[in-house]
């Protein structure tokens, strides 16, 4: 085949769980999962990472407020993280460059979740949740620079048929909402992007699928917490429909989807 993926058995790439926030988060909040000993020990390089937040003043004037966040994470001996839980400004997320399957990495990244949200302040001063997100990156290496398309991707309606004739490197990017509920709006945003690795030199087609479950009216902590795991597995299992129409028969066989 002219492409394979970034993994032996699978090509994600990075997976990432979010949940956002109806305002920036406490510095209480902050400081305190930083110092949540039970993650310590799976995620010990804690860092501070800084930021800047831009408000709207009544004169129309922007305000800019620095925030500063924390993230634990496991570190790789290049420096880069195989698992960050970060906390800053109006999200909570967990980071996975080190995917397996999904039972395992869900089990552990949502683990670190329920723990962020528990450093929360409850009560007047709590927090509700807006959205809950995420984002799944495959990524494919192309053997060959005039490589035939076909055996990667199959024409559906996630793709241009110009990308079929456009060369060794394009975007194709697409969005839309999927049906929900009155209760919440279900944003897909699907980037397929062929691109060469600025190093290396080599052909990749990254395919980025960004899901967000907007919520009408923000939940309580509580109520997150009841429905964290179901709307998790949902976004996975609609991640699977969407490569399985997306992918060819071959490559969805090769990375285990079944073709």
């Known amino acids: 085949m002219d492409f394979e993926p970034v993994n032996a058995d699978h090509a994600v790439q990075s997976a990432t769980f979010s949940v956002a926030f109806d305002g920036p988060v406490s510095q209480a909040a902050v400081q305190a999962l930083g110092r949540r000993r039970d993650l310590t020990s799976e995620l010990p390089a804690v860092q501070n990472p800084e930021g800047i937040e831009l408000n709207i003043a009544p004169s129309g004037t922007p305000a800019p407020r620095r925030m500063q966040g924390v993230q634990l994470a496991h570190l790789r001996p290049d420096g880069t993280p195989a698992w960050a ?45 807006t959205v809950l997100g995420h984002t799944v990156v495959d990524q494919f290496v192309a053997n060959r620079d005039e490589y035939e398309l076909s055996e990667l991707l199959k024409k559906s309606r996630f793709i241009a048929n110009i990308t079929f004739e456009a060369g060794p490197t394009w975007h194709n990017h697409v969005g839309w909402f999927e049906k929900g509920s009155d209760s919440h709006l279900w944003l897909n945003q699907l980037n397929v992007d062929a691109i060469r690795e600025p190093n290396s030199g080599r052909l990749l087609v990254l ?51 079944g073709g």
């Open 85 to 129: 839980l970060r906390l800053m400004g109006q999200e909570l997320a967990v980071d996975c460059t080190r995917y397996t399957r999904w039972a395992r990495i869900w089990d552990t990244a949502q683990r670190y979740l329920r723990v962020g949200l528990s450093v929360i302040p409850s009560g007047d001063r709590s927090r509700k949740v």
């Open 207 to 257: 395919v980025t699928h960004n899901q967000e479950v907007r919520f009408a009216a923000p939940l309580e902590l509580t109520a997150v917490d009841e429905r964290l795991d179901e709307t998790m597995n949902k976004l996975h299992s609609q991640n699977k429909l969407v490569l399985e129409e997306l992918l060819s028969p071959e490559m969805s066989k090769k990375i285990g989807l």
